[in-house]
């Protein structure tokens, strides 16, 4: 009943992973057992969990955002849970302070080109075109790695050139025009793709288990693909990077007009188009040598 509530596949599922998660670390084999473990604690009980949870998860060395969700998810669970009447717990897991975007580059527009130059040249043509088609939508429309596995192929209109999105934390696609270069690519790989079934995954994933079976790829195959190719042409890139390079050059073509680049990027704060911006410019490395200068 907690998952049906949410409306995206993308958090249902991260949320999911983020309680089997939970289950092995409080020691259960059975994702039931855990949960029904954890709520029939007392409040002091299972915020003592969460808090050694947190901290296994700091020592770690995870990222922010990785340990925000999995307090938030144990938040959500409990809530639900008591919202039912399943438990009186009441519980409170604390995150941790997210820090802003500190290289928000990414690979460049070189390394972009470089990246489509690799992808493109692949002896496998199926490959090829799946590969460009996501750097593309990575590139040309700013879209992250878990948008783009949670695309079918009825959510690409060719012929409108309008691809349906579902955004982060939003609970309806939203239309996003697509680019001549972007809708190419995607017709490139439809062609090869073997199916035009509308409730089809538009992206699948091709290794030796999964090919011909239409599995649609997952966030982490797209993480893997990035990479790979990355380590081709000796960058170390991953799919937010093409992300970063796409807000950078808006930025850049539009002569920092964040209203413009916030509507591309689809932030829902514009402080953090202004982030982009304070390092695309490196404002703070032009007061640093006016200051060096006049101190002489």
């Not at 519980?91 to 130059?117: C, F, H, I, M, N």
Request: hydrophobic share 40%.
């Amino acid at each position: 009943m907690w998952l049906s509530g949410f409306s995206s596949e993308n958090t249902r599922r991260a949320y999911r992973k983020e309680i089997e998660a939970f289950a092995a670390f409080a020691g259960h084999d059975d994702l039931a057992e855990a949960v029904a473990h954890f709520l029939a604690l007392e409040d002091g009980q299972a915020h003592a969990v969460a808090d050694k949870w947190r901290a296994e998860k700091i020592a770690r060395r995870l990222s922010a955002a990785s340990i925000n969700r999995s307090m938030a998810t144990l938040n959500s669970l409990v809530a639900s849970a008591r919202r039912h009447g399943i438990t009186k717990l009441r519980l409170e897991a604390k995150g941790v302070k997210s820090k802003p975007y500190r290289d928000t580059k990414g690979p460049g527009l070189r390394g972009v080109q470089t990246l489509l130059a690799v992808a493109t040249d692949h002896k496998r043509a199926e490959k090829a075109a799946r590969d460009t088609a996501i750097i593309r939508l990575a590139y040309g429309l700013g879209l992250r790695r878990g948008e783009i596995a949670g695309l079918d192929i009825g959510h690409c209109d060719l012929m409108g050139e309008r691809l349906y999105v579902l955004g982060k934390g939003r609970s309806e696609r939203e239309a996003m025009t697509i680019p001549a270069n972007v809708k190419q690519a995607l017709l490139a790989w439809l062609r090869v793709r073997g199916t035009d079934a509308p409730d089809a995954p538009l992206f699948v994933a091709l290794d030796n288990h999964s090919r011909g079976a239409g599995k649609r790829i997952t966030g982490a195959g797209i993480f893997h693909i990035v990479r790979e190719l990355g380590k081709k042409v000796g960058l170390k890139v991953r799919p937010h990077g093409l992300r970063h390079t796409a807000i950078t050059a808006a930025l850049d073509a539009f002569n920092g007009d964040y209203r413009k680049t916030r509507a591309f990027s689809r932030h829902t704060s514009l402080d953090t188009v202004r982030r982009y911006d304070d390092n695309r410019a490196d404002h703070a490395g032009q007061v640093a040598h006016a200051l060096d200068a006049i101190l002489g």
